[in-house]
Structures are given as C-alpha cells and as structure tokens.
C-alpha cells in the first residue's frame, strides 16, 4: 500500500477486551495495543477498522496482577454490541465469582459475539460455561495439566500457539495474545495488513497458530549453562552450514568423541539429533509463513536434498511437509473442522 493509495472506510469492527482484578496486564493490553495499531498503521488501507474497548467484569476500576491500575468505559451490565470477546489470563480468573460471572456472561451472549477468544487461562471461565465441550483448545503449557483435569469434556492440547474451533479461539499466555490479534486481523482485513501491524509494532516474527509454544531451541537453552548454551543458539541461526560433529567440536574447542559424549550428557541427544531437530522446527516455521517450495525449504535448512528433508519431516513428525503447510499456512487458523481425531492436530516432536 503506497501513500498515494484509496483508504478504505469500513464500519468498525467492534471488540471487547475483560478487565478485572487479577488480570495479567500483558494479556489485556498487548491485544488491545495490536487493534490500535491497525487502526493506525500507515500501510493499513482499513483505517478505523477497530474499535476495541476493555469492558470491566465488575468495577470500572480494576487491578492487575502487577499492580497496574486500569479504568474501562464499560463493565458486563453495559456492554455496547460486539463482534469479537477477548478473555485475559490472569490469577483473578480461573476460579472464584470472576470466573463464574465471565461464564454466565458468555452463555447470555455467544449467540450474538462471532468471535470469542480466550488468552491463556482466561479459557477457564470459557470451559466453565460449557461452550468448549467438545471442543479443541489450547492454553499456557504450564496450566494445561491443571485445566484438563478440571474440564475434562473439553481437549487441551499443549503444543499449538493458538488453536480455532468454530466461533471459539484459544491461546497461550502473554506474547502468544499478540500473535492471536495479528491473526484475527488477517482473517479479517488480509495478511497484508496484519504483516503492516506486526512491522510497526516491532514483532520479530509473526508466529503461525501450529508453532510450539516451548520449542526445540528454548527448551534445550534452558536446560543448558555451559558453552553448549551458546552452542546451541549458534547451530539455530547456521543450519544450511556444515554442522557435522567435527564442525561442532571445533567450535567448541573439544575433540569430536569428547564433544559429542559431553554434548549427548547435557542436552540427553546425540549432536546430530539435536541439529536435524533444530533444522526441523525451523523448516515448520518456514512452511507455514511462507511460498517457497518444499524443496528450497529443505535445502534452505542444510538437508543435502529434497527427499532426505521429506524422510526426516516425516519420520519426526509423522506427517508429510505438504500436508504440514496446508494445515498451518499463516493465512489461517489451525481450523478443527470435526470433533474426532483432526482436532488433535498435527503431531509433534517431544
């Protein structure tokens, strides 16, 4: 979109964000800054697109978990007509009156709200009401175990950064409710403008809903303290370089059977797993948000061609590259469509 561009005038689309005491503020804001700034993003041709106002649970007044005080213009018994509800995580929601009063809120209205998302735990009054039986969700990994065993008619997975399952979307916690705006921007208005928003708001990536929220990288670098943790974020941003055992030692100044004895005790995989690992999980971010051929996507993570990248994507994954990229193409949701076995989505390594 040039300067020179037509602006299109589109009726608002309206969306309500829920305060209430406990609310991890990044949960409320980091959304509701992503729809400001679409309203105001110079490449976006939809100005006023939004118009996104936190509604109060039960004062104007509210605190966050850190602190933070917040006023809203409107609370539950005021509400203007919304398209979109966006439930926050936070400690003040997942049980106790607020969650019990969220829940009933949302029987009385879904019929009416085409979209209503939940950020982390704020799927907990969204399972409370019964709306998500059946349903697929997701949510932060850390509270997966404790809100499966609470709502056990409704399917958790862990893995996905957001998950769509009709009229309900689910995430997990803090960033990943930036990366669920972006997305519903682009459902709305095209990937074009949510990629506009994503730039002026300094997102490094636009994430793609079937990313792991705890990926390869970041697990590995938590578990590791030594040399092999800068390692290991070296091989991350190196991987069509040679990273042979030999290449590797070298670089961490071992010889070759040292280094891969040391490497397998501290990371608990052989050099060469844990670099086809890394290859792969950046082979899955680059299928799903981008054109390029399977091929060059291989070979543009080190796989020497195009049929060892499709045996190990396989193998690993259990699920051909093609079909990987038609399921989570960044231009959709990662959609369940059934109530069966497609739901659970696509697997994925541990």
């Known amino acids: 979109m040039n300067a020179g561009s037509l602006i299109v005038r589109t009726e608002p689309k309206t969306v309500g964000i829920l305060g209430f005491d406990g609310v991890n503020a990044l949960d409320l804001i980091g959304p509701l800054e992503v729809f400001e700034t679409a309203n105001n993003c110079g490449e976006?041709?939809?100005?006023?697109?939004?118009?996104?106002?936190?509604?109060?649970?039960?004062?104007?007044?509210?605190?966050?978990?850190?602190?933070?005080?917040f006023k809203a213009r409107h609370t539950l018994s005021n509400a203007p007509s919304l398209d979109t509800v966006i439930v926050p995580g936070g400690k003040g929601v997942r049980a106790g009156e607020i969650c019990r009063k969220i829940a009933r809120w949302l029987v009385g209205c879904s019929v009416r709200?085409?979209?209503?998302?939940?950020?982390?735990?704020?799927?907990?009054?969204?399972?409370?009401?019964?709306?998500?039986?059946?349903?697929?969700?997701t949510t932060h990994?850390?509270?997966?175990?404790?809100?499966?065993?609470?709502?056990?008619?409704v399917r958790f997975s862990v893995n996905a950064i957001f998950i769509k399952d009709g009229q309900f979307y689910s995430s997990a916690g803090a960033t990943?409710?930036?990366d669920l705006a972006l997305s519903l921007i682009e459902e709305d208005y095209g990937q074009g403008v949510s990629l506009a928003v994503a730039r002026q708001l300094v997102v490094y990536l636009k994430r793609s809903g079937g990313q792991e929220q705890y990926s390869e990288l970041l697990r590995f670098q938590a578990e590791s303290i030594s040399r092999f943790s800068e390692l290991t974020s070296w091989i991350q941003s190196h991987l069509s370089e040679d990273l042979s055992v030999e290449a590797l030692a070298q670089r961490a100044c071992l010889c070759p059977r040292h280094f891969g004895r040391r490497f397998k005790t501290e990371l608990g995989l052989t050099p060469a797993d844990f670099v086809e690992r890394a290859?792969?999980?950046?082979?899955?971010?680059?299928?799903?948000?981008?054109?390029?051929?399977?091929?060059?996507?291989?070979?543009?993570?080190?796989?020497k061609s195009a049929d060892a990248f499709r045996r190990a994507f396989e193998r690993r994954l259990g699920v051909r590259p093609n079909d990987y990229r038609r399921r989570f193409k960044s231009t959709k949701f990662p959609l369940i469509r059934g109530r069966r076995r497609e739901s659970r989505g696509i697997p994925v390594a541990a």
């Open 113 to 137: 709200i085409k979209r209503i998302a939940a950020i982390s735990t704020g799927v907990y009054p969204l399972a409370q009401s019964g709306l998500l039986d059946g349903r697929a969700v």
């Open 176 to 178: 990943a409710g930036i």
């Open 141 to 153: 990994w850390r509270c997966a175990d404790d809100a499966a065993r609470r709502f056990p008619q």
């Open 44 to 69: 976006n041709q939809f100005r006023s697109g939004y118009d996104a106002r936190i509604i109060a649970v039960n004062r104007k007044t509210f605190v966050s978990e850190t602190g933070v005080n």
């Open 279 to 303: 290859r792969l999980d950046e082979a899955r971010r680059r299928l799903a948000t981008s054109d390029n051929s399977v091929e060059n996507v291989g070979i543009s993570v080190g796989f």
